[in-house]
């Protein structure tokens, strides 16, 4: 059976868990260099929920090098569910926090025009990372798919 893109011990799926932690790493850099987030309990869920992101990616990307370096196989049905249960886990997290904080911007810019009266907060940050945590979720997503497509393949 030929392997698909991202899947795991491939080069592509080396590089969509680079691109997840790499994402995932921006959005909690942006989030904690703007002022006044830790007062939104979304956007602190959305720290946390990148927090898990970057070690599930890191440690996932860390298995494709093993993997690629020593020419193993990981297309094993064990772990290929585990691969898959973890994805979908961390993909509901991602999305959920990502929608919430996008919820808590458009309640601040649109609604109350708290952006406007609070100098507190820094406004033009939020959307960057909230951007990067909804590029990180696609990523997720897309590696989500592959792993449960090859293991209703196996």
């Not at 030929?2 to 680079?18: E, M, T």
């Not at 959005?27 to 309990?41: E, K, L, N, Q, R």
């Not at 720290?47 to 494709?64: E, R, Y």
């Not at 025009?113 to 959307?127: A, I, Q, R």
Request: glycine share 6%; with cysteine.
């Amino acid at each position: 059976m030929k392997k698909p893109f991202g899947s795991p011990g491939k080069a592509s799926g080396l590089i969509l868990r680079i691109g997840q932690c790499l994402f995932s790493t921006a959005s909690i850099g942006v989030m904690t260099s703007a002022s006044g987030f830790f007062t939104v309990t979304a956007f602190c869920y959305l720290i946390a929920s990148m927090g898990i992101q970057v070690l599930w990616s890191f440690g996932l990307a860390c298995l494709d090098i093993h993997a690629l370096r020593f020419n193993k196989e990981l297309h094993n049905h064990v772990i290929m569910s585990l691969f898959v249960v973890g994805d979908w886990v961390v993909a509901t997290l991602s999305l959920a926090a990502a929608c919430s904080s996008a919820g808590v911007m458009v309640l601040f810019t649109k609604d109350t025009e708290m952006c406007k009266t609070y100098t507190k907060f820094s406004c033009n940050l939020f959307p960057i990372s909230i951007a990067f945590a909804f590029v990180s979720w696609f990523l997720v997503a897309i590696s989500s798919y592959v792993m449960f497509w090859l293991v209703a393949s196996i």
